[in-house]
């Protein structure tokens, strides 16, 4: 993520803050309440961004973990490519000794 995101975003929640205190005393509440039930409402949605970013932590299902897997995929795809046919023969026995 980069630094002009973090700032957009972080202008984003602050925002909405403030929309959903000025919903509150539209509807019909103090400043008072507007602001705690306010506060409440985007303490709650920040803690439910967060789970969900640690859910995808540990599942490992991050942005790095996919790329670095993509990366090790075309590196072993390149180096099947390279192999001469006795290679691929050999690698093949290799891989049916280790079954057995």
């Known amino acids: 993520m980069r630094r002009i995101d973090v700032i957009t975003i972080s202008i984003g929640i602050f925002a909405t803050g403030g929309i959903i205190y000025l919903v509150f005393q539209a509807v019909g509440f103090d400043g008072l309440s507007a602001g705690v039930w306010s ?54 026995q290799e891989m049916e000794q280790d079954k057995s």
């Open 39 to 92: 506060q409440a409402l985007l303490i709650i949605g920040v803690l439910a961004w967060t789970l969900t970013y640690l859910f995808r932590v540990a599942n490992k299902d991050m942005t790095y973990n996919k790329q670095l897997q993509d990366y090790e995929d075309a590196v072993l795809q390149k180096r099947l490519e390279e192999m001469t046919p006795e290679e691929l023969e050999k690698l093949q």
